[in-house]
């Protein structure tokens, strides 16, 4: 399970996220394991619990589990470790 989020889907993420009011930290955490393209699947699973907890959309659930688990996603640009932090 290996890839890198486009900034497009993670700014349409941190949205829906930031909205159902998941923590600051867990975003950040978050962010790092996907930029870098190595979210576990225990990972994953907690991040839906945290997601799910924090009332976002089920059909955003989907879409993010499609983009993540089956790994549409590209290499590139994202490994420089810079996060792009969108929490105002």
Known sequence: M???A???FLSEFQ???IKGTTSPK???EFQY???KGTASPKFLSEF???VIKGTTSLNFVSEFQHEVIEVRMFHGE???GQLP???S
């Open 78 to 80: 994202r490994d420089s």
């Open 33 to 35: 394991e996907v930029i």
């Open 2 to 4: 290996k890839g890198t």
């Open 6 to 8: 486009s900034p497009k």
């Open 26 to 28: 867990f975003l950040s």
């Open 85 to 87: 932090v969108v929490l």
């Open 48 to 50: 839906l619990y945290e």
């Open 15 to 17: 949205y829906e996220v």
